[in-house]
């Protein structure tokens, strides 16, 4: 079975913190992506990459950045947290554009 | 007019019944097509592709219309297991990335 884990499945953080997600997948997937979900909205992209080290902005990079310097790693770092950046986060990887396997997720709080 | 379009429902339907969901899309050049199904408090997970000749798993049945430019997904014989969100998903000929629609919530009652 394909296995995505996140590093958290809660975190409460303050204004202006830097926060890091991990995100590592163990089936060799070249895809990685990071979406967050909000009530309403439902899942939007924030960044994917497609390669080591490659990185492509999805529909809401603001106020994030990413990193992949592994191919089963992929982490979402937000610079300084906002409160607006309150949300459940959702990593997902996948060989192709086809189905794409999501972890668990992380519900980010930040005061 | 978004991308990935669908109701957001609740559907609420009786055990038995057969319950049916479209989406639609706003790019023609859409190439590929998914429903997903996500229960509650938890992530998303693939449910099906939808082919162009259209495909059957079981109860399960999905269709594509280009010239109407939307999915459907229709449940036979629904069970209260099928109470889920339902995730239209869209990829764009060209791009490396899909589109989410924001779900359709179904809650199936005994």
């Known amino acids: 079975d394909v296995k995505v884990t996140q590093s958290s499945r809660y975190l409460v953080k303050r204004t202006g913190e830097k926060v890091f997600l991990e995100c590592v997948q163990d089936?060799?997937?070249?895809?990685m992506f990071w979406y967050r979900q909000d009530p309403g909205l439902g899942l939007r992209l924030i960044y994917f990459?497609?390669?080591?080290?490659?990185?492509e902005k999805g529909d809401i990079p603001e106020g994030y950045s990413v990193s992949r310097e592994k191919k089963e790693r992929f982490s979402l770092i937000l610079e300084s947290a906002s409160t607006n950046q309150t949300s459940m986060y959702l990593c997902?990887?996948?060989?192709?554009?086809?189905?794409?396997?999501f972890g668990p997720g992380t519900r980010l709080t930040v005061l | 007019r978004k991308e990935v379009e669908q109701d957001p429902g609740p559907f609420n339907v009786p055990e038995g019944a057969t319950v049916a969901f479209n989406c639609t899309y706003s790019?023609?050049?859409?190439?590929?097509f998914f429903w997903y199904r996500q229960d509650c408090r938890k992530e998303p997970k693939l449910l099906m592709s939808?082919?162009?000749s259209g495909n059957e798993d079981g109860r399960f049945t999905a269709q594509l219309n280009r010239a109407s430019q939307y999915i459907s997904l229709l449940i036979r014989d629904s069970k209260l297991s099928d109470s889920a969100t339902y995730l239209c998903?869209?990829?764009?000929?060209?791009?490396?990335?899909?589109?989410f629609g924001t779900g359709t919530k179904l809650q199936v009652i005994p």
């Open positions: 939808v082919y162009s």
């Open positions: 990459s497609y390669d080591v080290k490659m990185k």
């Open positions: 089936m060799d997937h070249e895809n």
């Open positions: 998903v869209v990829n764009n000929k060209g791009y490396q990335k899909v589109t």
């Open positions: 997902a990887s996948g060989l192709a554009l086809d189905e794409q396997f």
């Open positions: 790019n023609s050049a859409s190439q590929s």
